[in-house]
Nanobody
Framework: QVQLVESGGGSVQAGGSLRLSCAVP????????IGWFRQTPGKERVFVAS????????AYADSVSGRFTISRDNAKNTVILEMNSLKPEDTAVYYC??????????????WGQGTQVTVSW
């Protein structure tokens, strides 16, 4: 069964930066487009960013475009989400998953534990 492992979250002040990492042990990583999603209490999980299998194309939610950058290293089975100019509204639990379709939808039904990002003034 696919295991999704997110890490790198934390607490920062507005304007700060964080670097999230997604690992998928045991998966033929390069066969899948990967995306990041985020969720706040009481709300649905929403799309943040995605990257194609080769890393040649990326997509971002309007709310993070220009501030977040997604990248991948297939040799290390890792996808990175660099988050800059963070805002309090970026506060959420961040999850990664395989993605399909447009707009990108989660591929795997089982989610990881996610990583908490908290941005304060």
């Amino acid at each position: 069964q696919v295991q999704l492992v997110e890490s790198g979250g934390g607490s920062v002040q507005a304007g700060g930066s964080l670097r999230l990492s997604c690992a998928v042990p045991g998966l033929t990583f390069g066969h899948f487009a990967i995306g990041w999603f985020r969720q706040t209490p009481g709300k649905e999980r929403v799309f943040v960013a995605s990257i194609t299998r080769s890393g040649g194309d990326t997509a971002y939610a309007d709310s993070v475009s220009g501030r977040f950058t997604i990248s991948r290293d297939n040799a290390k089975n890792t996808v990175i989400l660099e988050m800059n100019s963070l805002k309090p509204e970026d506060t959420a639990v961040y999850y990664c998953n395989g993605v399909v379709g447009s707009p990108p939808m989660a591929l795997f039904s089982r989610w990881g534990q996610g990583t908490q990002v908290t941005v304060s003034w």
